[in-house]
């Protein structure tokens, strides 16, 4: 299968997935509006998904499938598979412990991570909800130790599909779970908590048959034996060598959204909300392209460099750093000129009022700052994890880290909630070039000819799809036409269909050949 209908058919799983996710916002928003307690929600649902980026799909993620791709080169299939047996079984291990601690230590966590939700009344809902959520990390540490598999071998389509579940399970709480914990008595809220465990389960579940099809499904030990015969491995000693340094450096971006968070908390009641429905909706060009990409190449370029092919390794890095530059900047000229009627058309509605469209727009227009950071940094890390290097990668996060803050500390007095989106925004890029530098200089990545000239091609044609969407932004009353739901649905839908034609169409003027991009 080639990299661009891997690429193609995770993408369109995960916009799948984010379509199945706007639905759950839109009803969300809909339904439980902006208040405190909506707040409380997500600050406790993102504890749990803290540390599943941070260790789950983050530091394992990363050093996992690099080491299995080379084990599986250099080894074999048998030794690839004592190696998923060994690590299953530490996994499953350490993640006992740590949903134990969790449920454990939830008030330290909410107050870490948003101390000022005491002050709007709602911190003990977010603990409560937090002991609830917590365990939700265990099953995704397991679905993305299944997915490191999969997509090792090549079944990309399984672990792309699977957050939909959690999206089908989060609609289900919401339409059918809330009134029934209304009518019993209960903050219909608490509802979510319910929808969130089921689809954890449910997207483990749907892990197992593709697991079994290939006869790799994990023999987990629990006896104290295999926990040591675990631990011997030298595949797994060097995996857990390579995540601390990889658990660092994935700390530093979500150390800073801990940090926003907390931030957020301390400002407008609503402003962690704002903040998340901007994310999400952020998120479809970054999981398409980002997401959808590293997964595809990181496993390749670890076979590459295990294959000692520099020209392949180096090839591939350049194709998925022109596929994003081409799909990724006319994007970012959208979320920033466009982001008044993609917030009014998918959220304007039920509880969710003008003044909400308006603050989740200024902080989704942040977030297009620095979307080509954000998407690009998917790519390059991955070419540093295939090398096996984690420590250039965490160095230039902490030091993104620190940058982040500092800016902060000058956006945040002046534009409030929308100044944490625009210092991570900012933050990401310089990231996303210091990668890219040291990809470079480490000799690692050579750029293919004609990159100047298609940098210009592309930069043309965001020019005029910008041009178009700037007028319609400012054309037209999008929040006046709240009342007039179709006529708003059909002028997003033409601007949307009509800014890709035109931006398409100039690259075809320009003499940019899309058909290269699948041959890769």
């Known amino acids: 299968m080639s990299l661009f209908k891997s690429a193609s058919t995770v993408s369109l799983l995960t916009l799948a997935s984010r379509v199945t996710g706007l639905v759950r916002d839109v009803l969300m ?143 289900g709480s919401i339409v059918l779970g809330a009134p029934l914990f209304r009518r019993w008595g209960i903050e219909p809220i608490y509802a979510q908590c319910v929808g969130v465990m089921v689809g954890g389960l449910l ?32 595949g797994t000693r060097k995996i857990l060598g390579l995540m601390l340094p990889a658990m660092i450096g994935v700390s530093g971006a979500q150390l800073s959204l801990l940090i926003n968070t907390q931030i957020a908390s301390h400002l407008t009641a609503g402003s962690v909300t704002w903040i998340t429905n901007a994310d999400r909706l952020m998120e479809f060009p970054s999981a398409m392209l980002g997401v959808a990409l590293g997964v595809v190449l990181m496993p390749q370029l670890a076979a590459a460099r295990a294959a000692k092919d520099a020209d392949r390794y180096s090839a591939m890095l350049d194709w998925g750093l022109r596929l994003i530059v081409l799909l ?18 998918l959220f304007h509605n039920g509880a969710f009022d003008d003044a909400s469209v308006l603050r989740t727009a200024d902080a989704l227009a942040g ?37 982040t803050q500092l800016l902060n500390l000058a956006f945040v007095p002046w534009l409030q909630h929308a ?25 690692a990545y050579q750029l293919a000819p004609g990159w100047g000239r298609f940098l210009l091609q592309v930069l043309a044609g965001t ?24 006529l708003r649905i059909g002028l997003l839908a033409g601007f949307v269909v009509g800014a890709a034609l035109l ?17 890769r």
């Open 203 to 234: 997207q483990l579940a749907i892990q197992v048959p593709a697991l079994r099809r290939l006869g790799l499904m994990p023999r987990l030990g629990v006896r104290l034996a295999a926990l040591r015969a675990a631990w011997a491995d030298p």
């Open 419 to 443: 100044g944490l989106t625009l210092a991570i925004g900012v933050g990401q890029l310089l990231n996303a070039l210091a990668l890219w530098v040291g990809l470079r200089r480490a000799d």
């Open 463 to 486: 020019a005029v799809m910008t041009a178009l969407l700037f007028w319609g932004a400012h054309g037209f009353d999008w929040v006046g036409l709240r009342g007039q739901r179709l």
């Open 328 to 345: 990724a900047l006319p994007c970012a000229a959208a979320l920033l000129v466009f982001p008044v009627p993609l917030v009014a058309v």
């Open 29 to 171: 928003s809909s339904v439980f509006g902006v208040s405190a307690l909506t707040d409380a929600f997500y600050v406790a649902f993102r504890i749990p998904n803290l540390f599943r980026r941070v260790l789950g799909e983050g530091a394992f993620s990363q050093a996992f499938v690099p080491v299995l791709s080379a084990t599986r080169t250099e080894g074999g299939e048998d030794s690839a598979r004592q190696l998923i047996d060994h690590v299953g079984t530490l996994l499953l291990w350490a993640l006992v412990l740590l949903c134990v601690a969790g449920v454990v230590g939830a008030p330290l966590m909410v107050w870490a991570m948003a101390s000022g939700l005491e002050r709007s009344g709602s911190f003990d809902a977010a603990v409560v909800m937090t002991r609830w959520m917590f365990p939700y990390i265990g099953f995704m540490s397991l679905v993305a130790f299944a997915g490191g598999i999969l997509n090792t071998w090549k079944r990309f389509a399984v672990p792309a599909a699977s957050p939909v579940l959690l999206n089908v399970a989060l609609i």
């Open 503 to 519: 931006y398409f169409g100039v690259l075809a003027a320009c003499g940019v050949r899309l058909r290269s991009f699948m041959r």
């Open 367 to 403: 977030y297009g700052v620095g979307l080509v950071g954000i998407v690009s940094i998917k790519v390059l890390a991955a070419g540093f994890y295939a090398r096996h290097d984690m420590r250039t990668p965490m160095r230039i996060s902490l030091a993104a880290l620190a940058v």
